[in-house]
């Protein structure tokens, strides 16, 4: 059996036969301006942590703490020097493939950002395929782009929508652009991330209209997709 559960932003439990990933982990009330909507548990058991890019709300450090620094990390390839005092960190690119307890995972690209100020330097953004009993794609941060035609059909796309903020900027999908991006994926399934979790100190928070406005617009471009929109800490059995 697999199944997920999404602790909110770009956290999500992956739970293959066996085999326990998270991706992005963070998990704090408060981190620097942006103050969590819903708290939530850290997850145990945990065989490997998946870094999409270097950003604060993706790569957050005392969040990877309460994991364990001894859980593995992989990371895009020249990010293992944020990652000081972790034990067992490996760098990744797009093309590389990693084995985490026998499950195979494809590192893909992602077109976003993801250098981590005020360090600088290139390292890139990328995304993942699982390809256990089910195919999943993890698609960290990013812009539409037509190499996601090379990556369906998969079975689940976690798309994110949103951020944390009243609009989102280049490099990163919307609700309208991540509905266009079921149609070069081809999922079964879609379930939108990165949104309804984090919001500015003082400002209002947008709630669940994001999740909402993609739902509408996948039912206009992709109505073979099934959408399923989780609360946060909410679960789903694949």
């Given at each position: ?5 999404w602790?909110g ?8 036969v ?24 850290s ?70 950002d ?40 998969v ?37 939108p ?13 947008v ?32």
């Amino acid at each position: 059996m697999t199944a997920l559960r999404w602790l909110g932003h770009s956290t999500i439990v992956l739970d293959f036969v066996g085999v326990r990933i998270v991706t992005d982990p963070m998990l704090r009330r408060r981190v620097l301006h942006l103050r969590r909507s819903a708290d939530v548990e850290s997850p145990d058991h945990v065989d490997a942590v998946l870094i999409s890019h270097l950003h604060y709300d993706h790569l957050d450090l005392p969040s990877l703490a309460r994991i364990g620094v001894d859980t593995q990390i992989v990371v895009p390839r020249g990010g293992a020097r944020t990652l000081r005092g972790f034990e067992r960190v490996r760098e990744v690119a797009p093309g590389d493939e990693v084995d985490i307890c026998g499950l195979p995972i494809r590192v893909v690209e992602a077109h976003h950002d993801g250098r981590r100020q005020p360090i600088g330097g290139y390292v890139p953004a990328v995304g993942y395929v699982f390809e256990g009993d089910q195919s999943i794609y993890f698609a960290g941060d990013t812009d539409l782009f037509d190499g996601m035609r090379q990556l369906g059909p998969v079975d689940i796309a976690l798309l994110p929508i949103w951020g944390w903020g009243p609009t989102v900027g280049t490099g990163h999908l919307d609700p309208q652009s991540a509905a266009e991006a079921l149609t070069l994926l081809r999922p079964s399934c879609a379930i939108p991330i990165h949104w309804g979790t984090y919001h500015v100190l003082g400002a209002r928070d947008v709630g669940r209209a994001p999740a909402d406005a993609f739902a509408v617009a996948a039912l206009q471009i992709a109505p073979e997709v099934d959408v399923r929109i989780l609360p946060v800490g909410g679960s789903l059995e694949l």
